[in-house]
């Protein structure tokens, strides 16, 4: 009996010390679906979205109300501050406002650096309308929600490389965050690999569903490496080209304060949503479920782009 009790120690001795596979190895889409839930894609996009959020614009407070929202999900969720209390502060027009930015596990600055990012901030209120209230659910409660919901899955595991994430104030006020935190990264020296930015995908893509077409589609070969992993999940839209989105949202600051690979994921390509900068881009117009999908794919990407240390290599070239 004693020797049968020394072998069973001993064998879970051993197996205290075997090596662990990375989960992110065998992770199948199919299991994501449980970890990015539907039901908390609507409980976000509905809270970022709400009247109570005044449009998220700076000077009248929505902002900072919404910022609060995303600070209270990042403590919670294992996301923790890369500046104090998360915040990168600017000062626009005599108002203090700043982007937030989290990070996943510890920060190592010889090692390379992921940012994923989406802009919190909205036009705001306008009192000569009916429907005053700018809830901006597409532009970008949306995006926001994804960064949100793909953070927290993401800090479940352990990385070999930094990831960190980025809410931007100011976009709609001409990407003033996203330029002040690129500036500050610059000077700051941090190793950024690649940045992937998050803009109104709450509306089906008049291709299919559950895809995305990504801006700057020729300056490097993001659009291949993650359709590499989930097939014809990206898609070039040549109307992204004709109208310089590339240059039209957060992402931008990065690519030219950083020469780095620098690109937006969207599904509103200007057939597929009416209410663009109106008062009518609320939640009940979206499809959630569609948007849902979205984010699970992009997390499933994201989780085996960073796992793989996946070389994102831009082509200057195509300007």
């Known amino acids: ?23 992110i190895e ?8 449980d970890q990015i839930s539907l039901s908390e894609t609507k409980q976000i996009l509905y809270t970022l979205a709400a009247d109570s959020m005044k449009g998220r614009d700076t000077k009248n407070g929505g ?20 500046y104090p209390n998360y915040r990168d502060s600017l000062q626009i027009d005599g108002v203090i406002s700043y982007n937030l930015v989290g990070q996943i596990g510890d920060f190592d600055p010889t090692k390379k650096t ?27 409660a949306a995006g926001t929600t994804a960064v949100l919901q793909i953070s927290r899955f993401l800090a479940s595991y352990d990385w070999d ?27 700051d020296h941090i190793n950024l690999n690649y940045m992937v930015n998050f803009e109104m995908i709450g509306t089906v893509l008049t291709s299919g569903t559950n895809q995305v077409y990504i801006t700057g589609f020729e300056r490097s070969n993001m659009a291949d490496v993650m359709n590499s ?17 590339f240059k039209r949202s957060d992402n931008y600051a990065f690519y030219e304060k950083m020469n780095i690979p620098a690109q937006t994921l969207s599904s509103f390509d200007f057939k597929n949503f009416d209410y663009y900068h109106q008062a ?38 195509f300007e």
């Open 229 to 245: 992993i989930v097939p014809n999940f990206v898609q070039f839209l040549p109307e992204a080209k004709e109208f310089n989105l």
């Open 114 to 140: 992921v940012l994923l990012g989406a802009h919190l901030d909205h036009i705001g209120i306008n009192p000569q309308k009916g429907d005053s209230i700018y809830n901006g659910a597409n532009d970008n």
């Open 63 to 82: 902002f900072a109300k919404a910022a609060d929202f995303v600070t209270s999900y990042f403590e919670s969720n294992n996301i923790r501050p890369f």
């Open 280 to 317: 009518g881009d609320e939640p009940h117009q979206l499809d959630i479920e569609n948007m849902n999908q979205i984010v699970r794919t992009a997390a499933f990407i994201l989780a085996k782009m960073i796992h793989q240390k996946d070389t994102i290599e831009g082509y200057p070239e």
């Open 1 to 23: 009996m004693r020797l049968i009790l020394i072998v069973f120690v001993l064998a879970l001795l051993m197996g205290c010390f075997n090596p662990v596979q990375n989960p």
């Open 26 to 33: 065998s992770l199948s889409l199919e299991e994501i679906h």
């Open 161 to 187: 490389q930094n990831i960190l994430i980025a809410l931007f104030a100011e976009e709609e006020k001409g990407l003033k965050g996203a330029y002040h935190l690129a500036e500050r990264m610059k000077n």
